[in-house]
């Protein structure tokens, strides 16, 4: 379970403020699924960040009673300056995984050969997302968090990325944010539609669809 109490997040820009989560009080219950939804905007980003915890609110507090993954494909931890194998080893070392697993099991499915000895700052962005996905279903995780990003790559790669993700959603919760959605109705079974800093709450997913239609029609 993942309870944020009373959370407020807002941002300052240009001497305005402006208010993306607003005292927010909501319980992500172990066993289920969420979609979050809401217009551009909206705040679903920040509200996945202060999941992971790479971004701090200004209020309340969240409390993390599960192991809960960074949003997957996230590459903004990684140093550029270390080699992919290095970046990997590092990660593994701080998770108390077994650094040699993580590393074949990267190594494997990224696929970018002698690249995985190279200072990522030299990779394109294909190769970083890839090692970057690896990393993120290397290591197991009770609750994933998902912006967006589900496969990286060409149609083959994309399709290996969908199969082991799909293995760990059978022993594993999803936080999820997409525009797609069928994918949505695909690994959610229950709905947040965010407007105006406040979240409202869907037992059946299909209804937060439903409204978050409404808002964008």
């Given at each position: 379970m993942i309870q944020l109490d009373n959370v407020f997040k807002y941002y300052r820009s240009?001497?305005?403020l402006k208010v993306v989560l607003?005292?927010?009080s909501l319980d992500f219950m172990a066993g289920r699924s969420y979609g979050i939804l809401g217009v551009n905007g909206a705040g679903k980003s920040t509200m996945m960040r202060i999941l992971a915890g790479t971004e701090l609110p200004n209020g309340g507090s969240i409390r993390r009673k599960v192991r809960v993954s960074w949003?997957?494909?996230f590459s903004g931890?990684?140093?550029p300056k270390l080699t992919?194998?290095?970046n990997v080893q590092f990660v593994a070392r701080i998770y108390g995984e077994d650094v040699r697993r993580v590393t074949a099991f990267v190594e494997d499915f990224a696929e970018i050969g002698a690249y995985i000895d190279v200072p990522i700052e030299t990779y394109s962005s294909g190769m970083i997302a890839r090692l970057a996905f690896g990393l993120s279903i290397a290591i197991e995780f009770e609750c994933y968090l998902i912006d967006e990003v589900t496969a990286v790559g060409d149609a083959r790669f994309a399709h290996r990325c969908k199969?082991?993700?799909d293995?760990?959603?059978r022993r594993a919760d999803v936080i999820m944010i997409s525009h797609s959605m069928p994918t949505i109705q695909e690994y959610c079974d229950r709905g947040i539609v965010l407007v105006g800093g406040r979240v409202?709450?869907?037992h059946n997913v299909d209804d937060a669809i439903e409204l978050y239609k409404k808002l964008n029609s």
């Open positions: 240009n001497g305005h607003d005292h927010i949003p997957l494909g931890g990684m140093h992919g194998r290095e199969e082991e993700f293995k760990r959603k409202h709450v869907f």
